[in-house]
């Protein structure tokens, strides 16, 4: 089948099989190996993107049912080769470690600050919690969106 | 393996019902597809011939809320988050929007649907027992016919319900709960957040001077499927509400749900905490209704 969407900013055309996830599709077609597979069944959150302004699981949506959407994700959140602040933010407050959960942590936040800009500390911690990290623990990950919603 | 081989995208209810009737069962539809996705990768035996994906998303109708004196019309479609957010529900019933903040997580909510919900029948779907409480019903179509059932009759058991291979929910109808009723739901899992219920409890209560003029009671996860429970409900009708009788109620319901259970492994845990949680929403009830 054929699907039509926009991909971090730009319009994509592309002959998919329908069997495949955003996901898949992100990683395979398009080399976006930013977006990570962690559990694939949606619990862990490595593969979250923004779908139509909300984060979702990419392990969780069939590239089929993308159509007219429009998909950003960690790739498309810089600025002329600069990081998002949120980026910048999570490296200065030592919330990258292995960094495996980084890029669906980001996502999260990103989705949370585009409808809340001044989220508290609890509006925070429920934006990830469907976001797991084994290394750094929270703390620094919630910092760094604090200190990010206070820049942005 | 996801086996599917076709994704439909259908604009009308119509044509869903079009598309449901010239196959031979290898149809499903989809809408958030946070069950159905998983159950492919964990090539669970209810998902492994399914060649045709039938995609709702793109049906206005399917995701509104109407209200009119009578009743509230959701569409099976909405999203747990469109629910969080949408002012009406979260006036009519609260119950079913506390239920659906703990559904879940974040990405989850955005995309799972109140359908979705019962129709996959999980004895753990968090919005069931607040839909109970409500006496929700649903209306159900086909090319053939329009029919509305209640939701407890579509019930049957885990995993299952009265939907045949041509039909398709289209809306959930709640009736406007009379403002009287007030009422609480409670969740249990074993953390915060991702976490499958294991003891759900929605309670719904109207007290008027002291006496239970009418209380509603429904379980989730804790009993095979969704359950409201009648027989306690009507057993107190009437009775003084003090600390004795929430005890009672607490202690009829703890051995209602183990008629209904079976004894597990887990009762002897699970009897006593359905009985404290009881006993918590209903004080807290008692509390709010002075």
């Known amino acids: 089948m054929k699907i039509s969407f926009v991909l971090n900013s730009q319009n994509m055309s592309i002959e998919i099989e329908p069997n495949i996830r955003l996901l898949d599709l992100l990683r395979d077609k398009f080399n976006l190996t930013g977006t990570k597979e962690g559990c694939s069944i949606g619990e862990c959150g490595a593969c979250t993107v923004i779908m139509n302004g909300k984060a979702v699981n990419s392990c969780l949506v069939l590239a089929g049912q993308c159509y007219g959407a429009e998909i950003i994700t960690i790739e498309g959140i810089e600025k002329d080769g600069k990081l998002h602040p949120l980026q910048e933010n999570f490296l200065k407050s030592g919330a990258v470690q292995c960094g495996f959960c980084s890029p669906g942590m980001i996502m999260s936040a990103y989705a949370l600050l585009l409808k809340n800009p001044n989220p508290t500390e609890e509006e925070i911690k429920d934006a990830i919690a469907g976001n797991l990290c084994r290394c750094t623990g929270y703390k620094q990950i919630i910092d760094a969106v604090e200190k990010t919603a206070k820049e942005i | ?290």
Request: net charge neutral; with cysteine; charged share 25%.
């Open chain 2, 1 to 290: 393996m996801i086996p599917v081989k076709e994704i439909l995208l259908p604009e009308t209810v119509d044509e869903v019902c079009r598309l449901l009737q010239d196959t031979n069962g290898l149809s499903k539809i989809i809408a958030g597809g946070t069950d159905i996705i998983p159950g492919f990768h964990i090539e669970s035996p209810r998902f492994v011939n399914i060649e045709r994906l039938i995609d709702i998303n793109n049906i206005d109708e399917l995701k509104s809320v109407s209200v009119t004196e009578d009743y509230i019309s959701i569409g099976s479609a909405i999203s747990f988050s469109e629910i969080i957010s949408n002012p009406v529900i979260n006036e009519k019933l609260p119950l079913l929007v506390k239920a659906s903040r703990t559904i879940g997580s974040t990405q989850i909510r955005n995309r799972a649907t109140l359908g979705g919900n019962f129709i996959n029948n999980a004895p753990c779907a968090d919005s069931v027992a607040p839909l109970l409480v409500y006496d929700a019903e649903i209306k159900i179509k086909s090319i053939a016919a329009e029919k509305i059932m209640k939701l407890q009759d579509f019930l049957v058991k885990p995993y299952r319900t009265r939907l045949m291979s041509d039909e398709i929910v289209t809306q959930i109808i709640v009736p406007n709960p009379p403002a009287k009723l007030i009422g609480d739901f409670y969740k249990l899992g074993r953390r915060r957040a991702v976490s499958i219920s294991r003891i759900s409890l929605a309670i719904l209560l109207d007290v008027n001077n002291g006496f239970i003029n009418e209380m509603r009671i429904a379980s989730g996860a804790v009993t095979p499927i969704g359950t409201r429970f009648y027989d306690v409900e009507e057993f107190f009708k009437g009775r003084i509400l003090d600390d004795e009788l929430i005890k009672d109620i607490a202690i009829k319901l703890g051995e209602r749900i183990m008629e209904v259970s079976g004894v597990r492994w887990s009762s002897e845990y699970k009897i006593p905490v359905v009985q404290q949680v009881c006993y918590q929403l209903i004080k807290g009830i008692e509390r709010r209704s002075l």
